[in-house]
């Protein structure tokens, strides 16, 4: 009786199933709010200098004056201005007139981090990925030595803290440090929580219904984020609300069961089997007591069959064996390229001729179909196949993006950017969202979490470059969209040398990882096999577990 067996029995796709994918749904809502809080209180609204004869002007009156001095208007201190012309001062500007976009105060607006203190807010958010950094690794270990649920909630409460800290900032040494413990939170507050969710699924439940639940939450997520703030009117407060949502996850400790597989390898089968009773009661499910004595004896003599120590196994183990090695290292550099992407193409909202605020909900809208198409593409042809054609199709359009732009007046035209670049963002949610879960499913249970969490490290680090990618739109329009038509290539192909998990028993040993995917080709895609490859084969392992256990099977009848 393994744990899939075991599980199936306490009900793998029951109202407790149901009730995890609707708490992962209101994670993926408040992880997206407090990730895209990071621009919103940035956005620099369009400022001019002060000058007193300028006070009761309307905006565009203050525009067109200011229209000779071209992209050094903002930073241009009038001295004099009779009528129509105007002379320059010589001293450096200390206050600006403000044309505030939905009447939304900004921080740099309301600290006037503009033009030479413009440097103050990004290194705010440099030290929001540098924390983004520390807490994705911080908190993978402690998934593996603490439980996924605690460090769940652990790392939401430094969004809180780290958030509601921000709101009293009044200079850049505060601003720093208190985006650096909001950043802790940045990654590790959503793939704790999918991994753990993702060990209790059955399945059928792990593509349509979870696919198009995170779609929806990310899309509500996505419009919440800027509208919120300009229904609050200030980054002080949006940043407080963003706070609670985070502050509310302090209650899944007693909705959220530890993951079973997890207390499993750390040699508590009593602690698993007190979880899946009560998953069982949640279920209205009634499973024999000697279901669970057999569970028990399984896990006890698996562990005497381990060459391996699972509770002492670490990142480095992953490199140890061959096969291991080519998956993790695979997954690694997959994640990297399409993470680096996936920042990039969300994040570039203010170079496209509308609204940072209109723009964010535009990118919002086709969250939703995201999810829908691929939780529908997982189920028919797999997770290999699905990442490889999100990730090929997001790269051509990429790359037909850059060779357009390299022609003159592409850059105003508004149509043709917003052409491609909502498509590309559809692509590319499906693309991140398919990678993290096909990574998951990759990596042994028992270093899952320290596992990814070495991925996620290894994507922020690679996200870096990302505001400089963004930033070198402005030298050559076409030299972003290229590059990333280059990095999807090569995740694309990366992808085909993963072995597919779809119907499969995920790995839960070191053991069972090397094992996963062995003679796999690049093009085993889930829809190209055998019918007779869908019935599940009793592996040796099986075998010498019944041996052990004074079973026999019964010869098959004539």
Not at 34 to 53: A, D, L, M, R, T
Not at 71 to 100: H, M, P
Not at 269 to 280: C, N, P, S, Y
Request: contains cysteine.
């Amino acid at each position: 009786m393994d744990f899939d067996k075991i599980l199936e029995k306490c009900g793998n796709a029951g109202r407790y199933q149901y009730l995890m994918i609707l708490l992962l749904g209101y994670i993926a809502f408040t992880t997206t709010v407090h990730y895209y809080s990071q621009n919103i209180i940035g956005f620099v609204p369009q400022h001019w200098c002060y000058h007193e004869k300028l006070a009761n002007r309307s905006f565009e009156d203050i525009a067109a004056i200011y229209a000779p001095f071209g992209k050094e208007a903002s930073c241009t201190r009038l001295d004099t201005i009779e009528g129509d012309k105007v002379t320059v001062s010589t001293e450096v500007c200390q206050r600006w007139i403000y044309n505030y976009d939905y009447g939304f105060r900004s921080m740099n607006a309301e600290l006037n981090w503009v033009c030479q203190d413009a440097y103050k807010a990004r290194i705010g958010q440099s030290l929001f990925f540098l924390g983004s950094l520390m807490g994705t690794f911080t908190f993978g270990m402690l998934g593996d030595k603490i439980g996924r649920v605690r460090a769940v909630i652990l790392a939401n409460q430094c969004g809180f803290v780290g958030d509601f800290l921000t709101t009293y900032a009044s200079n850049l040494v505060q601003f720093a440090i208190f985006r650096c413990i909001s950043g802790l939170a940045a990654t590790a507050n959503y793939y704790l929580m999918f991994i753990l969710v993702l060990e209790y699924l059955a399945p059928k439940l792990r593509n349509l219904a979870i696919s198009g639940t995170l779609g929806i939450c990310f899309c509500l997520g996505a419009l919440v984020a800027p509208w919120l703030s300009v229904l609050a009117g200030n980054w002080r407060i949006y940043l407080t609300c963003s706070a609670l949502l985070q502050l509310v996850v302090a209650l899944f400790y007693f909705v959220v069961q530890e993951s079973a597989q997890w207390l499993i390898t750390r040699t508590n089968v009593e602690g698993a089997i007190a979880r899946l009773k009560h998953i069982a009661h949640f279920n209205g499910q009634e499973v024999p007591a000697s279901d669970f004595e057999a569970f028990r004896r399984h896990c006890i003599v698996k562990r005497k069959l381990s060459n391996q120590p699972e509770q002492t196994a670490g990142i480095i183990d992953l490199l140890r064996t061959p096969n291991l090695r080519k998956t993790s290292l695979l997954v690694v550099f997959t994640f990297m390229l399409v993470s680096l992407s996936f920042n990039t193409i969300s994040r570039n909202v203010e170079g496209l001729g509308l609204s940072p605020f209109v723009v964010f909900s535009l990118f919002a809208v086709v969250v939703p179909p995201s999810g829908f198409i691929q939780g529908l593409l997982l189920s028919r042809v797999g997770r290999k196949a699905t990442a490889f054609l999100a990730m090929l199709c997001t790269g051509l359009l990429s790359c037909a993006l850059g060779v357009a732009l390299s022609t003159e007046g592409a850059q105003q035209n508004v149509t043709l950017l917003l052409a491609f670049a909502l498509p590309m963002r559809l692509g590319i949610s499906m693309s991140y969202t398919v990678t993290s879960q096909f990574s998951s499913e990759l990596l042994p249970t028992c270093v899952r979490s320290r596992g990814i969490a070495a991925v996620h490290l290894a994507a922020a680090g690679a996200s870096f470059v990302s505001p400089y990618l963004i930033h070198l739109g402005t030298k050559l329009a076409a030299a972003p969209s290229l590059i990333l038509a280059l990095l999807l290539m090569s995740a694309s192909m990366c992808t085909l040398m993963l072995p597919e998990t779809n119907n499969r028993q995920l790995p839960i040993t070191l053991a069972d990882g090397e094992a996963f995917g062995k003679g796999d080709s690049m093009l085993s895609f889930d829809c190209w096999r055998r019918n007779d490859d869908d019935v599940p084969k009793e592996p040796a392992e099986e075998v010498r577990l019944q041996q052990l256990n004074g079973q026999t099977k019964p010869e098959a009848e004539v």
